[in-house]
């Protein structure tokens, strides 16, 4: 194949910091996260119309002319077929794993719905708080769209690091809310982002609650959740709360 100069992305590695948010905005599926940063896979997936220059919070992502292949429209398809290849086995692998190890199957650990507690004001001597979780699985990669914990439910989402960063999580954000978890920095940003559309569209929440860090990537999982409930077309209010690593909250 012949090279052209052409026009085509490029992504300054000093700074990504590997939030992902670039990646659903390519429909060619020409950029992955890999080793922590954004790629371009292949230049023949690059069309060079730059639908993702606009959402790298970082600015790492520029239009620059130089020598490469040429755009490739049957390449990104068989390329994209790849990708509904490893969806079906993805769900093929949690059904699995759902029966090998139980990891996936959802359980009622909570009947009666809770009000929102205060968190304590101090820790007595013996004393272990109640663990507020009212449902298992957790993790957004886990969770099917349609579970009926979600239903109706005051939604938390969390950063996967948050929970061990303020240690009265349960009492002040997860008592009477459902919860879902996630990182963007080391999972699927684009099946996070499919996914809580639909979990916003099919459940009319009553309320959505995001926590997370104040470091650089878990503002990736803020700007993800606001778009994909913007997509969705949902009216749920939503609260972000960030937490310092030092464990307090953030003003």
């Given amino acids: ?27 060619e599926g020409a950029l ?3 080793d922590g940063k954004a790629r371009l896979v292949k230049d023949i997936y690059c069309d060079g119309l730059g639908n ?7 600015d790492a992502i520029e239009m620059i002319e130089r020598e490469a292949d040429p755009f490739d429209e049957e390449a990104v398809e068989e390329h994209l077929k790849s990708f509904e290849i490893q969806d079906v086995a993805g769900e093929q692998a949690e059904e699995e794993c759902a029966i090998c190890c139980g990891s996936s199957v ?3 650990l909570k009947h009666e719905k809770v009000e929102v507690k205060e968190p304590l004001k101090s820790a007595q001597k013996g004393y272990e708080p109640e663990a ?20 109706g ?3 938390l989402i969390a950063a996967d690091c948050a929970p061990f960063a303020y240690a009265n999580f349960h009492q002040k954000f997860l008592a009477g809310r459902s919860l879902v978890i996630g990182c ?6 684009e099946n996070y982002h499919h996914k809580l559309v639909q979990i916003f569209k099919l459940n009319k929440l009553n309320s959505v609650t995001l926590v997370h860090m104040e470091v650089g990537c ?4 803020s700007r993800l959740v606001k778009s994909a409930l913007k997509e969705s077309g949902a009216d749920t209010p939503l609260e972000e709360i960030i937490i310092n690593v030092d464990g307090t909250i953030k003003e």
């Fill in 1 to 27: 194949m012949n090279k052209v100069v052409r026009k085509i992305i490029s992504i300054d590695e000093d700074k990504c910091d590997g939030c992902g948010l670039c990646i659903p905005s390519c429909a």
């Fill in 32 to 34: 992955q996260i890999v």
């Fill in 52 to 58: 993702c220059l606009g959402e790298c919070p970082q």
């Fill in 106 to 108: 959802v359980r009622d």
């Fill in 132 to 151: 507020e979780l009212s449902h298992w699985p957790v993790q957004l990669n886990l969770v099917s769209p349609e579970s009926r914990f979600l239903q």
């Fill in 153 to 155: 439910s005051d939604l």
């Fill in 184 to 189: 963007p920095k080391l999972d699927d940003v």
């Fill in 218 to 221: 878990c503002f990736g999982l």
